[in-house]
C-alpha cells in the first residue's frame, strides 16, 4: 500500500509540473508579428543579418563586405587585431616564434611589442602562471564538471576570494586581474580536465605545473598529455588556432556579454564568468563540437562518404531536417558577418592539411574539405539565403584538436583560453570610456488586468 500511496504521489506531483510547464509556456509565448509591428531587432540585428550598431571599438575590425560606390558588395573576409591583419600576426612560417603572447600584447596595448617589450610581457604571464595546491585541492578537485565550462567559471568566480582588492575597478587593478586570468586558464582549464576524468572515469590524476619558458601552446600541451610530449609542428598550430579565436569584435555574444556586465560596474571574476558562461552555448563557443558529432553522424549514416553525390545527399537530409539532429542547420557553414571567407578558416584549413599529412589523416581532411565544398554549394542555392555563405573557423577547429589528441571536453575551454584576451581588452576599453551602463528597451505587449 505504501509503495502505491508513493507512485500516486509521485504522479500527482508530475501531473502538477505538466501543467506548470504548460501554464509557462503559453505565459511566455509572444505573438511573432509583433516584432515586425513595432520593428524589433530580434538578436539585435536587423532583417538583412546586420548587427545593429551599440558601440565603437578599437580593438579589431571584422570585414566580410566592401563599399562600391556607396553600394555593399561581399568581399574575401578580413579580420584586423588593432589595425594589424591577423594573417600576418599568425603568419605561414611554421618555424617562426610563437604569436599568441605576441597577439595578446597587441590587443590589450594597442601596438605590437618590442624584442624587449615581448620578454617583459612574457616573463610577467610565466610569473602569473601557478595555482596553489590548496585552490587546486579545494576548488577543482571538488565536485567536477562534465561540462568544463561550468568548472571553469567555478574557478574563475572562486578566485574573486583569493584576491586582496577584487572589487577595485580602476585599470591599473583590472589589467593585474586581467593578466593573472589570461596567465592561469590554460592551468584551470587543463586541470579541471584532468579531476574530470579521474574522479568520472579513474583515469590517472597527474597534474603538471606550466613550464616557464614554454608559450601558451606548449604548455596546454604539456600538462594535458601523460608524457608532457610534442611536436613543435603540434605546438605551432595549437598557437595559431588561439591566435585567430583571441579576438573577433565588440558584438560576438561572449565579448557584447561582457561590454553588458562591466557597463554595470561589477568585478572581473563575475564578468569573465558571464563571458564563459555565454561562450558555453552551443551557438556560440560550442559550435566545433557540433561539428564534429555532425561529422560522427555522417560517417554512420552516409552511403559512402568518398562519394560528393553521397554526401551531398546526406547534407540535404540535414538542410531538410531529416538527418543529424533535425534543426536544419549545417554546423561550421555561414557566419554573420563574412560572405566569400572567412580568414580565420582560410588560415586553419591551411594548417590542418599539412598536420593531416604528418598525422596520416589524409582521408578524414579529404572529407571535410567534400562536406565544406558541398554545403556552401547547397547552401548558395537556397531561395532565401540574401548573401554568400562560406565555412566559418568553428569548420576545421575541431579537426586540428582531433589530430592534436585534444580531448572534446577541452575544445571549448581552449576557445576560452584564447578569447580571454579579447575579453581583457574590451573590459578595459569599456571602462577607460567610462561608458553608460548598457540598457537596451523591451517592448510590453501583454494586458493590464482591470481589478474592480
Not at 16 to 33: H, T, Y
Not at 44 to 62: A, F, N, P, Q
Not at 312 to 333: P, T, V
Not at 431 to 438: D, Q, S, T, Y
Request: net charge negative; with cysteine; proline share 3%.
Amino acid at each position: 500500500m505504501q509503495a502505491n500511496s508513493m507512485m500516486s504521489l509521485t504522479e500527482t506531483l508530475d501531473n502538477k509540473f505538466d501543467e506548470l510547464v504548460e501554464n509557462c509556456m503559453r505565459s511566455g509565448a509572444i505573438d511573432l508579428n509583433l516584432y515586425q509591428e513595432y520593428d524589433v531587432k530580434r538578436g539585435l540585428r536587423d532583417s538583412t543579418g546586420k548587427g545593429v550598431l551599440t558601440g565603437l571599438t578599437e580593438i579589431s575590425d571584422v570585414i566580410g563586405y566592401k563599399n562600391v560606390d556607396g553600394v555593399k558588395e561581399p568581399t574575401e573576409g578580413e579580420l584586423y587585431y588593432q589595425g594589424y591583419n591577423v594573417k600576418k600576426i599568425v603568419g605561414n612560417d611554421l618555424d617562426k616564434r610563437y604569436s599568441y603572447e605576441e597577439a595578446t600584447y597587441l590587443l590589450l596595448f594597442g601596438s605590437l611589442p618590442n624584442e624587449t617589450q615581448l620578454r617583459d610581457f612574457e616573463n610577467i604571464l610565466s610569473s602569473l602562471q601557478e595555482l596553489s595546491g590548496q585552490f587546486v585541492r579545494d576548488v577543482i578537485m571538488k565536485a567536477p564538471s562534465a561540462n568544463l565550462m561550468n568548472g571553469l567559471q567555478k574557478s574563475v568566480l572562486t578566485l574573486y576570494s583569493y584576491d586582496a582588492n577584487p572589487d577595485d575597478i580602476a585599470v591599473p587593478n583590472v589589467l593585474r586581474q586581467s593578466l593573472q586570468l589570461i596567465a592561469k586558464l590554460p592551468l584551470i582549464s587543463v586541470y579541471n580536465y584532468h579531476a574530470y576524468r579521474h574522479f568520472s572515469f579513474f583515469d590517472s590524476l597527474v597534474i603538471k605545473p606550466a613550464v616557464k619558458d614554454y608559450s601558451t601552446a606548449e604548455n596546454i600541451l604539456h600538462m594535458l598529455r601523460p608524457d608532457g610530449e610534442f611536436t613543435k609542428l603540434e605546438a605551432r598550430v595549437l598557437d595559431a588556432a588561439l591566435v585567430l579565436h583571441a579576438e573577433h569584435g565588440g558584438g560576438n555574444n561572449s565579448t557584447f556579454t561582457n561590454h553588458v556586465v562591466t557597463s554595470s560596474g561589477t568585478d572581473t571574476y563575475s564578468a569573465v564568468a558571464a563571458s564563459i558562461a555565454s561562450l558555453k552555448g552551443p551557438r556560440h563557443g560550442g559550435a566545433n563540437l557540433k561539428v564534429q558529432q555532425m561529422m560522427k553522424d555522417l560517417k554512420e549514416n552516409c552511403t559512402n562518404v568518398e562519394s560528393e553525390d553521397a554526401v551531398r545527399e546526406y547534407l540535404q537530409k540535414i538542410l531538410n531536417k531529416e538527418a543529424f539532429d533535425g534543426s536544419g542547420l549545417i554546423y561550421g557553414i555561414g557566419h554573420a558577418v563574412y560572405t566569400l571567407s572567412d580568414p580565420r578558416e582560410v588560415i586553419l584549413k591551411e594548417y590542418a592539411e599539412k598536420l593531416a599529412k604528418v598525422k596520416g589523416w589524409e582521408a578524414e581532411y579529404a572529407l571535410y574539405d567534400r562536406v565544406e565544398r558541398n554545403a556552401v554549394d547547397l547552401l548558395a542555392h537556397r531561395s532565401h539565403v540574401l548573401k554568400p555563405v562560406c565555412a566559418n573557423v568553428d569548420f576545421y577547429s575541431g579537426l586540428i584538436y582531433s589530430m592534436l589528441e585534444i580531448p572534446e571536453e577541452l575544445f571549448t575551454p581552449i576557445f576560452a583560453i584564447s578569447r580571454i584576451a579579447g575579453w581583457s581588452a574590451h573590459r578595459l576599453e569599456e571602462l577607460v570610456n567610462k561608458g553608460k551602463i548598457i540598457r537596451p528597451a523591451y517592448k510590453y505587449v501583454g494586458h493590464h488586468v482591470e481589478e474592480d
